[in-house]
C-alpha cells in the first residue's frame, strides 16, 4: 500500500502522522510511504531520517493526498485537506467530527474512507488511541500547575513537593480516569499531598490498590468536593461525562472562597471544562486569574510537548496502521470489530451512531458497508 504523511498544517501544531521508526515498520511489512518535506522537522524528525528508513520524502501535500492510498495525520483535516481526499482513500487520524459539520460534509462529498482515532476501542471498554494523549495530558497537569504555582506566575509561591521541615502542596485531582492517575502518579512522585475524588468505587479502588496509603481516595460529592478544594494549592480537573459537557464541579461561590494564589489546571477544557469559570486558553497565553486564582485552561496540551506525543501516539496507532496496510481496509476491519468502531464516513455515509446523531445524519451502520 501506498501510506502518505502530510505536514501539520492546523496553527502551532507540532506532532507528525508516522515517526520514522513507524515508517521503517511499514517498508519492513512491504509497504511504500510518502513524507511531506519538513513534516517532523520541529520536533526532530529530518528528513533525512525518514529517508534513511525507506521513506520517499516528497515536496507538496497535494502530491500526497493524490497518489496514497491511506492518509496518516494527526489533527482532523482541514477544509483545505478535505478537499483534496478522493474516493475510496483511507485517512486514518484524529476527526472530532460531531461539532463539526463542515469538515463531515466535506468528508462526505470526497467519497473516502474515514477512520478516526477517537472512537477506535478496546476490550476493555477504552479508547486506547485517546488514552495517550489523555496521560500526556495527566502528567504535563501537574507540570503546569507547579509552575503556576510559583510567585510570579500567581501563584502562591509554594514548592510542589515542600522540603524537609516544610509541607508540600495539597493537590486535589478531581476525577480519576486516565488523565487523573497520570496527574496522581506525578504529584506523588514530586512529593505532594495528594487527594483523587471520583463518582466511580470501582477507580477509587483501583486507585488505592495502585498507589496505597500515599493517597486519599475520596467518593465525589458536593460536600467533599468543597472541603478539599477549599484547602487545596493545585486543584487538577480530570472529569469526563462520556458524550456529554463537563459537570461543572467547582462553582463562582466555592472559588471565592479558595486560598487567593491557588492554581486550578482544567485538563476537561476540551469538554467545556468543570470549573464555572474555566474557560479555554492557548500555550501562547495559557493562564488567566479570577478572584486571586491562577487558570490554566489549555484545551490541546499535548500540543505543548509534540515530540513525546507523537511517539505515544504512534506507539498506539502503529498496531492498526499496519493492520490496515496488510489486510486492506475490508479485511482489517471484518477481523477487528475495534477498528470498525473508528469508521466514521464511508463513502458518503455516516457510520459511527454518536457521530450521525451529533450531526442529525442517517445512520448506517459500519458493519453494513463494510
Ligand atoms: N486539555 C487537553 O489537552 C486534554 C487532553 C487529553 C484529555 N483531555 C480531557 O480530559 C478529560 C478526562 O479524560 P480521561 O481520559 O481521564 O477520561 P476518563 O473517562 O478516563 O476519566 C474520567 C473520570 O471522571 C470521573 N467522573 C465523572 N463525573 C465525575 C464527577 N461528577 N465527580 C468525580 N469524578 C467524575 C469518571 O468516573 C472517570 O473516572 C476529558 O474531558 C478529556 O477529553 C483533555
Known amino acids: 500500500m501506498l501510506i502518505g504523511v502530510p505536514k501539520e498544517v492546523k496553527n502551532h501544531e507540532y506532532r507528525v502522522g508516522l515517526v520514522p521508526g513507524s515508517v521503517r515498520e511499514l517498508v519492513t511489512n512491504g509497504h511504500q510511504v510518502m513524507v511531506q518535506r ?23 501535500a497535494e502530491e500526497i493526498f493524490k497518489r496514497a492510498d491511506m492518509i496518516i495525520k494527526v489533527k482532523e483535516p482541514q477544509a483545505q485537506e478535505c478537499k483534496m481526499m478522493r474516493e475510496n482513500q483511507i485517512l486514518f487520524t484524529y476527526l472530532h467530527l460531531a461539532p463539526d459539520p463542515e469538515q463531515a460534509k466535506l468528508l462526505q462529498d470526497s467519497g473516502c474512507i474515514a477512520i478516526a482515532y477517537e472512537t477506535v476501542t478496546d476490550r476493555h471498554g477504552g479508547l486506547p488511541l485517546l488514552a495517550p494523549m489523555s496521560e500526556v495530558a495527566g502528567r504535563m497537569a501537574i507540570q503546569a500547575g507547579a509552575s503556576c504555582l510559583e510567585i510570579a506566575k500567581g501563584g502562591s509561591g509554594i514548592l510542589i513537593g ?5 509541607a508540600p502542596a495539597k493537590v486535589v485531582v478531581l476525577g480519576g ?17 495528594v487527594v483523587v475524588i471520583d463518582k466511580t468505587i470501582q477507580r477509587l479502588y483501583h486507585l488505592d490498590l495502585q498507589f496505597g496509603s500515599k493517597i486519599t481516595t475520596i467518593y465525589s460529592t458536593t460536600d467533599a468536593i468543597e472541603e478539599h478544594v477549599l484547602s487545596a494549592d493545585l486543584v487538577i480537573g480530570a472529569v469526563l461525562v462520556p458524550g456529554g459537557h463537563a459537570p461543572k464541579l467547582v462553582t463562582k461561590a466555592m472559588l471565592k472562597k479558595m486560598r487567593p494564589g491557588s492554581v486550578m489546571v482544567d485538563v476537561s477544557i476540551d469538554q467545556g471544562g468543570c470549573f464555572e469559570t474555566s474557560r479555554p486558553t492557548t500555550h501562547q497565553d495559557p493562564t488567566y486569574v479570577v478572584d486571586g486564582v491562577v487558570h490554566y485552561c489549555v484545551s490541546n496540551m499535548p500540543g505543548g510537548v509534540p515530540r513525546t506525543s507523537t511517539f505515544a501516539l504512534n506507539n498506539a496507532t502503529l498496531p492498526f496502521i ?3 496496510a496488510n489486510l486492506g481496509y475490508k479485511q ?23 457521530v450521525a446523531d451529533a450531526l442529525s445524519q442517517e445512520y448506517i451502520a459500519a458493519s453494513s458497508v463494510i
Open 38 to 60: 519538513g513534516a517532523g522537522a520541529k520536533i526532530g524528525f529530518e528528513d533525512a531520517a525518514y529517508a534513511h528508513v525507506g521513506a520517499t520524502i516528497v515536496e507538496t
Open 162 to 166: 515542600g522540603v524537609p521541615g516544610v
Open 322 to 324: 499496519l493492520k490496515l
Open 177 to 193: 480516569g486516565v488523565v487523573g492517575t497520570n496527574s496522581v502518579r506525578v504529584a506523588m512522585g514530586m512529593g505532594a499531598q
Open 332 to 354: 482489517a476491519m471484518h477481523e477487528d470489530a475495534h477498528l470498525l468502531n473508528g469508521l466514521n464516513v464511508f463513502k458518503g455515509k455516516v457510520t459511527h451512531k454518536a
